[in-house]
Each structure stands twice: as C-alpha cells, then as structure tokens.
C-alpha cells in the first residue's frame, strides 16, 4: 500500500524563482531565506518520494475569474508551466501519474468532495517555485505529481476547517492506493502578506509564529478560524494558509515537527517552512 512519508509547509513567492534563476542564492538578502532549506533536502533525498502532491492555489494561470473551482485536482501525464509575468523562466513539463490521480479523485469524492477534475492543468509560481526550493537539481526530481488546487483568489473561499477535512481525505485516499508508494505532501503559500489595498506590505509575525506551532501541535485550533479571521490576521494573501492545513491534516493527530524556519521578509511576505512527519 502507499505510505504517506511526511508533510512540508512551505511559501511559493514568485521573487524566489527569480532569486534561483539569476544565482543569488547567497547574496546578503537571499542567504538568510534560504539556510532554512537543506535540512528538508537532505530528508527528501532519504525518504526519496515517489510522488509529490502539491496543495497550492492558482494565481490566474491555469484558472480566471470567469470559472473558479473551490477544488480542482489534476488527472494528467504531465503538467505544463507557463509565463505569469513575473519573468521566471518557464519551467519544463511535470510528469503526473494518471493512476494515482484517479485513485485519489474516486475516493474524495466518495468522501464526499465535489473536486473539479482537470486533464489538462498549468501550473503556476505556487507550484513550480516549491519544488524548485525542495529539489534544486533538476536531475534529481524523479518523483511523479499530483496538483492539488484551492481557491484563494474569488470569495468565498473555503474554510480552514474544509480545508483541514480535504486533507484528511487526501490521507485517506493515499492511504488506499494499492501500490507500494511513498508519496509526499507539499502544502505552499502563506505566511501573513498582503499584496494591495491600504495594508500592502502587512505582515504579522506574532500571529505567524502561532500558526507554526498550531500547525503541528494543535491544528484545530486554526480550523475554528473563519477566512475573515484570516485575511485580518494575516492580510489578503495570507488566506494561503488553507494550503499548509490541507496538507497537515493528511498527516495523523500526532506529529513531529523535523524541521522550521520563519523570515521576514521575502518581497512582501512572511516566508515559513516546516517539515513534518506522523507521530504514530
Ligand atoms: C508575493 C507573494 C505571493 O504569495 C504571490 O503569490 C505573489 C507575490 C510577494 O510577496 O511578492
Ligand atoms: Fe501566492
């Protein structure tokens, strides 16, 4: 059966990506945002996933305000990535796992989530820059993957709760799938930013460290959170969070924390990373 081999939460800002394609990793700004990543890498390079499920939200890529699935995820050989503007270079196709993908799309929607199914899928920065981050050698990205897509762009959203129960199905269908897998769940944006408006550039540390800890050690307690407690606690943007929940909550009650790291800031955002596994 597969096995879930452990959950990482981490930030998708497009600046990164820029950051990796021109080398300035260990310029004075970058080196101190990037430290937080080895010990995750040296993890993945043991543990070696077979697949990568990224829970991350669409910034207008693949998805626009004409049409906006709550919760889409795809059902493709490959994911293609694509110019946003941001003028990262794009990156070569993903290869997905049509199998697993419908495994995963029967038993949530046996479980009761009405998700979009998608056969063809763009993926934007919230996936491609993650991955960059966790696997900077291209050569080494022999894993398969399986786009998980929220809402975090056209209101209502989904609640942190939904969000939280979506990731317990998502465990569960894992959990079933019949082949001797090992499969890693990547949840990606946050922390607190917002990028518009009066509070453009907010940021709000003390309510980001809470989340961290919550995130291991108590995630029902951000579940109780509305989106509205969201935005004004976390600014806009930093709705995000419901990708780090969807992902945790794949993982059991228990969990140890391997590995975390908060700095401020990446352009107009609070970066976090965790690295977490089943405590049972
Ligand atoms: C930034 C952060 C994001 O999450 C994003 O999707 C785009 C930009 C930023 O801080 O620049
Ligand atoms: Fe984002």
Not at 18 to 45: C, K, M, N, S
Request: hydrophobic share 40%.
């Amino acid at each position: 059966m597969a096995r879930i081999l452990g959950a990482i939460c981490t930030s998708h800002i497009p600046a990164i990506g820029a950051a990796i394609a021109r080398g300035a990793q260990h310029d004075p700004y970058w080196q101190p945002f990037f430290d937080g990543y080895p010990p995750v890498r040296t993890w993945l390079e043991r543990t070696k996933p077979d697949v990568v499920i990224v829970v991350y939200n669409d910034h207008g890529l693949n998805f626009f305000l004409d049409k906006l699935p709550t919760f889409a995820i795809g059902a493709a050989a490959e994911y293609r990535n694509a110019d946003e503007g941001w003028g990262l270079p794009t990156l070569p196709p993903f290869p997905g796992d049509p199998s697993f993908s419908w495994h995963v799309i029967e038993s949530v929607v046996a479980d009761e989530f009405d998700i979009t199914t998608c056969q063809e899928m763009l993926v934007d920065h919230a996936f491609t820059v993650p991955i960059s981050l966790l696997w900077p050698d291209p050569a080494v990205r022999s894993f398969k993957t399986l786009p998980v897509c929220i809402n975090t762009v056209q209101h209502p959203l989904p609640t942190p709760a939904r969000c939280y129960k979506l990731g317990q199905a998502l465990g569960r269908a894992i959990e079933s799938y019949p082949q001797d897998i090992g499969v890693v769940i990547v949840g990606t944006g946050g922390l607190s930013h917002q990028l518009d408006g009066k509070r453009a550039g907010f940021i709000n540390k003390e309510f980001d460290l809470m989340c961290l800890d919550k995130i291991v050690n108590d995630p029902g307690a951000l579940t109780s959170l509305s989106i509205r407690d969201l935005v004004r606690s976390a600014g806009t943007q930093g709705v995000e969070l419901i990708t780090w929940l969807t992902a945790r909550g794949a993982l059991g009650g228990k969990t140890a924390n391997l590995h975390s790291h908060y700095h401020i800031p990446v352009s107009n955002t609070a970066a976090g990373l965790l690295l977490l596994e089943d405590a049972a």
